[in-house]
């Protein structure tokens, strides 16, 4: 898991394939977002917090703004 930079969102790879975003000051899901067809091994937010990179166990990684 990763917080952004104002530390209220949260972004929790899964086994599934999928990222959950959590606003952490809400205590809501706020959206998943889907682009592993496998485990999500590693989640980051850019320095900005406007971007999320993540990496995969079926070799890939994906960006998403």
Same mark, same amino acid.
């Given at each position: &898991?990763?917080?952004?930079?104002?530390?209220?969102?949260?972004?929790?790879?899964?086994?599934?394939?999928? *990222?959950? *975003? *959590?606003?952490?000051?809400?205590?809501?899901?706020?959206?998943?977002?889907?682009?592993?067809?496998?485990?999500?091994?590693?989640?980051?937010?850019?320095?900005?917090?406007? &971007?999320?990179?993540?990496?995969?166990?079926?070799?890939?990684?994906?960006?998403?703004?």
């Amino acid at each position: &898991m990763a917080f952004d930079k104002t530390g209220t969102t949260i972004a929790v790879a899964t086994d599934e394939g999928f *990222i959950w *975003i *959590i606003n952490d000051s809400k205590n809501i899901v706020e959206g998943k977002l889907k682009g592993h067809e496998e485990a999500v091994k590693d989640v980051v937010f850019d320095y900005n917090s406007k &971007m999320i990179v993540s990496a995969g166990s079926d070799q890939t990684f994906r960006i998403f703004q």
